[in-house]
């Protein structure tokens, strides 16, 4: 039977293939299906215009109704921006345009109405409006929808380009609403539904595309998260009672030669508690004949390279080999560095396999890897590659977990016939929502404590008028023996902007840090692999002093000379990337500082994210910071890990229903844990529906 609700949505009255094309190229949307479950973000009530004297809160949503005067640019270069007064026959507000500024200036009219809708920010004490929507008023063209409670969908320029601004999107759900709704059916069992009091689905798709009200935005917006984080709550744990009772694992039964010898004598310095615990953790899961499947979370600096090694250690002495795998060259490098150092001249094969690796030498690798020659294989992405065999692999560590997905996970797995024990370890601490979604098919390990004798890395916020006293700072921290680095953004879309920039910075602090009483090193993205590691290495030997660089040092490199760290254009990286930034120094014994410089004019969450990192190290607190404000979609790579694509539910914000989901998808399962009662068979068929784009995750019989 064809069911209607996976008809293409080109066939919609108003999409044909143009339209088709762009919704499933930008929005994801291929069927009638995925445009029904394609859900506005936000409400506004736009039947009531306000006055410019009634904007006095800026936590809430405005439309005003005016004309503009004043138009104007001002700063330079990277910090113009645009301005105009928008007023009515009450008052005056400011706009303000940072972005699309030539654009902006075409379209803004003296002689036209306007209407403009936004949240005000405060800026030196007013009110004014960042980035509004704005409306031409054109006589006589009323709404088109007609909803005075406007549901509002997220689009991009090109679906707006084409008509498919959050009006179209608005028109083709009523046309498709219109068509489907007899047919909608409900996807909940009745006894959760009525349990929970829940709103049936139709009601809900309905109301959370058109409410007649505001009172039944909640309810249908609820109905829907609740169903969404049960269902992902419930593969999760599915997921995770299948690792641990199905996949077999590695035994390690013993502790043994080398593990002892490097205990004895070849560790550098006392474990601390936190690493000593882990390392047991880790143990325990190796002797119990199913495959570990652990995540070791520990701040940046916190020693988790130490017990990946020796965790390493323990499956060589059991016969068996091992990879860690680093998600850049430079950090591959750096482990590989690390490690045969500490081995020192113990009797272990370490290796190095990354993209840069060199034919001749790749085949010599392969084939002592095939031979079971190697015991530790370092590497970057390059050693999930098909043609990369071992003879007996059974332990591998994912450092930086964040930038890889499930997918790559899954391929590690097929590197031997038992799967490996995996450990991956992230440096950024893990909101407790988001582990518990994210992660939750994992066990989880922590480090708490930082190797002692640390000092808390200062941290202040300043702008281009102190740069005198920044170099006089860095002359003296030189003078002391110690190193610093300088970092500046680099966001893809704008590369050679950015890229002009730090060339800008290198040549200013060259100039300023001359030949030949300074050294100045440059790395970034666009170097050749080589050149990079050239310049890594004489920063990591102490040959430089400073180190311009983009955000390639952002992860994992180690010099603890190194006690400054500053940041340019701060404003620009987002909280979590700032703190693993700062926690490249503060490493050694010596006081540490970390400088976020930034323009003058901030955006409310610019200025929002330094304050923050001022006031605090803890990476807890960041991370759950950083949640609320850029919600999940950006970090810990839950894009890549495709994992968490949710439709409704935001993971900073709800929290609650997350917990609550949880616990009642562990009493579903508890009572039928493989979903076959009568009364749980829909939630089975929501489960399939949602593991169907992830075959990696299809573990489900
Ligand atoms: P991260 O957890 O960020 O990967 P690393 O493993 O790079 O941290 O360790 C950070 C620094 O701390 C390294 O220089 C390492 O040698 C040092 N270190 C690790 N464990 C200890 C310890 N128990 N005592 C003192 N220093 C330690
Ligand atoms: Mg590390």
Redesign the pocket.
């Known amino acids: 039977m064809h069911n209607l609700f996976e008809t293409e949505i080109t066939y919609l009255k108003g999409v044909g293939p143009k339209k088709a094309g762009l919704l499933s190229k930008e929005l994801g949307i291929y069927k009638y299906y995925d445009l029904l479950h394609y859900y506005p973000f936000r409400y506004v009530d736009k039947s009531k215009i306000h006055k410019v004297r009634e904007v006095v809160s800026d936590s809430a949503y405005f439309q005003l109704k005016g004309r503009i005067s004043n138009i104007r640019t001002s700063g330079e270069k990277r910090t113009k921006y645009l301005t105009a007064d928008f007023s009515d026959n009450t008052g005056t507000i400011q706009l303000v345009w940072f972005r699309g500024i030539t654009w902006i200036k075409k379209y803004l009219s003296m002689e036209k109405e306007y209407k403009i809708f936004g949240k005000p920010s405060v800026f030196q004490n007013r009110y004014n409006f960042v980035h509004p929507e704005i409306e031409e008023v054109v006589p006589g063209q009323e709404d088109v929808v007609g909803e005075r409670l406007e549901g509002i969908y997220s689009t991009t320029e090109k679906l707006k380009n084409s008509g498919l601004g959050s009006r179209g999107i608005a028109r083709l759900m009523k046309t498709l609403l219109n068509i489907v709704e007899p047919y909608i059916p409900e996807t909940l069992p009745e006894y959760i539904i009525n349990g929970h009091k829940l709103l049936g689905m139709k009601q809900a798709l309905i109301n959370v595309h058109f409410p007649a009200n505001v009172s039944l935005i909640e309810p249908a917006r609820y109905r829907l998260k609740f169903e969404e984080l049960l269902l992902v709550n419930l593969q999760i744990l599915y997921e995770k009672a299948y690792l641990k009772e199905k996949v077999k694992g590695h035994l390690f039964e013993n502790v043994g030669e080398n593990f002892l010898n490097f205990y004895n004598n070849h560790l550098p310095f006392e474990l601390t508690g936190a690493q000593k615990r882990v390392i047991k953790e880790i143990r325990k899961d190796m002797k119990t004949g199913r495959q570990m499947n652990r995540l070791l979370q520990g701040d940046?600096?916190s020693g988790?390279?130490l017990v990946a090694l020796m965790s390493m250690l323990i499956a060589i002495d059991n016969g068996y080999q091992t990879a860690l795998m680093a998600p850049t060259e430079i950090?591959a490098m750096q482990?590989y560095k690390t490690i045969k150092k500490m081995l020192g001249d113990m009797p272990v094969k370490v290796a190095l396999l990354t993209g840069s690796t060199k034919a001749a030498q790749r085949k010599s690798l392969h084939a002592e890897l095939k031979a079971g020659e190697t015991h530790i294989l370092i590497g970057t992405h390059a050693l999930i590659e098909d043609a990369v065999q071992f003879n007996n692999l059974g332990f591998v560590v994912i450092?930086?977990q964040h930038r890889f997905g499930v997918a790559q996970r899954a391929r590690l797995w097929k590197k031997n016939v038992i799967p490996p024990h995996v450990l991956v370890?992230t440096?950024t601490p893990i909101p407790r929502t988001l582990a518990m979604t994210v992660y939750g098919n994992l066990d989880v390990s922590k480090i708490d404590e930082l190797p002692p004798g640390r000092k808390p890395v200062k941290t202040v916020h300043l702008t281009e008028s102190k740069r005198l006293q920044v170099i006089g700072f860095m002359r003296d921290q030189i003078k002391k023996g110690r190193q610093i680095y300088v970092v500046y953004p680099l966001i893809e879309e704008s590369e050679n902007f950015d890229l002009k920039n730090l060339m800008e910075g290198y040549e200013a602090i060259v100039r300023e840090f001359p030949l030949p009483d300074y050294q100045v090193s440059i790395v970034h993205g666009k170097m050749k692999p080589e050149d990079k590691e050239y310049e890594m290495k004489r920063f990591a030997d102490g040959i430089t002093n400073i180190m311009v660089s983009t955000t390639v040092i952002e992860?994992?490199v180690?010099v603890p000379n190194a006690s400054v760290m500053i940041i340019e254009n701060a404003e620009r990286f987002g909280l979590s990337q700032l703190h693993q930034l700062r926690g490249r120094v503060g490493r050694g014994a010596e006081q540490s500082w970390c400088i976020l410089m930034s323009g003058y004019k901030l955006s409310n969450e610019g200025r929002k994210r330094l304050e923050i990192m001022v006031q605090t190290t803890d990476g807890f607190r960041i991370a759950e910071e950083d949640l609320k404000m850029r919600g999940p979609g950006d970090i810990h790579g839950t894009r890549q890990s495709g994992l968490l694509d949710f439709k409704i539910a935001n993971l900073a914000r709800d929290g609650e229903i997350i917990s609550y989901t949880n616990k009642l998808a562990e009493k579903i399962l508890e009572e039928d844990p493989k979903l076959s009662l009568d009364k749980n068979l829909l939630l089975k068929a929501g489960l399939e529906r949602l593991i169907k784009d992830k075959p990696d995750w299809a573990k489900i019989s």
Do not use: P, R, Y
């Open positions: 940046v600096g988790k390279t950090l482990h450092d930086e370890m440096a992860v994992g180690d």
